[in-house]
C-alpha cells in the first residue's frame, strides 16, 4: 500500500455520487477513471474509488485524460505547467502498474470510444461551467447508449463538498466559516491506495507518451504569446516542495503575509487549481504539525481560513451563483445601485491594458504588481486586491474594468480561471465584502489606495523582492 495509510473504507461516502447503475455484466475489460480537475495520484479519492471498484470486480484499471487545445483562456503557461504535473502522474501511475491513456482530444469527446468496454466510469469533479458541461454531455451519452456502464462522480478537489458544507449561495466567510467548521472532521477521510490486484496494462494507444513537453507544445495550436513561469513548475513534487518549505519555515509568520515585501504565503494555487496537490493533504499536514506543537494555534487559524473558508466559500460561490462569470449578475444588488450613482464621475487616470502590461502607469506599486504577474505568472494575494481595485479607479466604466481585470487575471495567473478567480474579483466588486463610506468613482465599494499600502509596509521592499525574482526570469 502507498502511503503507509489505512485502506480505502474511510472514505465519507458523501464525496460519492453514483448517477447511473449499469446492468451487472461479466464481460467488461476495465475500469475508467476519468482524471480531469484532480490530476493527481495521492491524495485522490476518485482514484481511490476506481482502485477499489476495480479490484472489487477484479478488473484492471485504465485511467484517461483528454487534453484540449481549446480550453477557455488557456495558454502556453498553463498548458506547460499542466503538462509538467500530467508527466508525473504518468509515471506514478504506470509504476502502479495501472495504464495511462492520453488523448489529444477534447475528453468529453475522446472518452467515448473507451466507454464501451469499461464496467464503471469514475469521474472527479469540477464546479466550472465547462466542466459540469464535459461530465453532462459524457453521462447523457452514457444514458443513451450503455445500458451496462455505471458512472460514480467523486468530489476530491474540496475538503468539504459544496452541497455538503450549505444548499445555498452564502453571503460571505462569516456565514459559511461555522457550517464548514462543525463538519470538516468528517471529511479528513483519505484512506490511502489500495494496490490494483489486477496489475495489467490494457493496450489504447494515446497520443503521446509525455517524454518531451516541448515537442507537444509545439504541436499544439495554442495562444503561446504568454511564455511558462521560469520560477514556478508544474507537479506534485513541486507542490509538496512548497508546502513543505512553507510549513517548516513561514508557517508561524503566516499571520503577518498579508506584508507583500515579504514571502510568507505558500504558493499553493496553482497547484491547487490543477488539482496538483489535494487540499486534504494540505489541512492534513498542517494539523499534523500543529499537534506536534510546531505551529502556533495563531498560525494554524490563520491559515486555515484561508485553505478552508476562503477556498470553499470561492467555490460555494461559483456552484449557487449562476451568474459568477458575467459582470452584471456577479455580484450584489446594493454595488450595482452604487456603481450607477458613481458611473459618471471623473476618472483622473485612464489606462490600456497595453499601459498595464508594458507598467506604464503612474503608480510604481501596481506596476511591480504587473511585473510579478507576467514574468511569474503569481501575485501576492494583497497587491492581487490593490491591483484590481486600481484597475477599476482607471477604467472608463465599471464594465470595462470588470473585463479587463478577469482577461490579465486568467491570461497571466497560473492559478487563473479558477472558482478563487471569479470569486476574488467579484469581491473587489463588493461580492461578500460590505458596503463602505461614499466617496469618489468607488461609492460604497471598499477602497484601496498608495498612502495606505506605504502606511502599512515596506512597499520599497516589494518592489526589490519583484525585480530580484524577475531577474531569474
Ligand atoms: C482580484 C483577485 C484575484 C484573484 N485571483 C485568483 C486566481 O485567479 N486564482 C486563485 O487561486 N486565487 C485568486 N485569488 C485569491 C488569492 O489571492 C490567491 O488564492 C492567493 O494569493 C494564492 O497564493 P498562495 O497560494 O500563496 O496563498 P496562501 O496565503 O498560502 O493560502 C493558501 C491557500 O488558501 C487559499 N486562499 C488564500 N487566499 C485566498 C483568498 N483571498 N480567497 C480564496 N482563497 C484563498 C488558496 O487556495 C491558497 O492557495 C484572487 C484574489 C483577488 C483579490
Known sequence: MLNNQKSGDKMNPNRINNIKTGIVTSEKSYVLYWMQQS???????????????ANELELPLVVFFGLTPNYPDANHRHYQFMLEGLKEVKFVLEAMHISFVFKLESPEKAILPLLTEADTLVMDYGYMRHQKQWRQKVWDYANRHLKELTIDIVDTDVIVPVDEASNKAEYGAYTLRPKLHKIYNEYRD?????????????????????????????????????????????????????????????????????????????????????????????????????????????????????????????????????????????????????????????????YTIQDYVTFKTHDPYFNAAMKEMVYTGYMHNYMRMYWAKKIIEWSDTFEEAYKTIIELNNKYFIDGRDPNSYAGVAWCFGKHDRAWTERLIFGKLRYMNATGLERKFDMDKYINRVNELISFS
Request: proline letters at 3%.
Open 39 to 53: 490530476q493527481r495520484v495521492y491524495y485522490n479519492h476518485a482514484l481511490e474509488h476506481a482502485i477499489n471498484r
Open 190 to 350: 483519505y484512506g490511502g491506495l489500495l494496490e490494483v490486484n489486477q496489475p495489467t496494462f490494457i493496450k489504447i494507444g494515446s497520443d503521446d507518451d509525455l517524454s518531451d513537453i516541448d515537442l507537444l507544445i509545439s504541436k499544439l495550436e495554442i495562444d503561446k504569446t504568454v511564455t511558462p513561469s521560469l520560477i514556478y513548475h508544474g507537479g506534485y513534487t513541486h507542490a509538496k516542495a512548497h508546502l513543505i518549505d512553507f510549513l517548516t519555515y513561514k508557517i508561524n509568520q503566516y499571520p503577518l503575509s498579508n506584508n507583500p515585501g515579504d514571502d510568507l504565503t505558500s504558493k499553493l494555487s496553482m497547484y491547487l487549481h490543477f488539482g496538483q496537490i489535494s487540499s486534504l493533504e494540505i489541512l492534513d499536514s498542517l494539523i499534523e504539525r500543529f499537534h506536534s506543537n510546531e505551529v502556533t494555534q495563531e498560525a494554524y487559524l490563520a491559515f486555515f481560513e484561508q485553505l478552508l473558508v476562503r477556498r470553499e466559500l470561492a467555490f460555494n460561490y461559483v456552484t449557487y451563483h449562476k451568474g459568477y462569470d458575467r459582470f452584471d449578475s456577479m455580484t450584489e444588488p446594493w454595488a450595482y445601485i452604487t456603481m450607477k450613482e458613481h458611473h459618471h464621475d471623473d476618472r483622473l487616470y485612464l
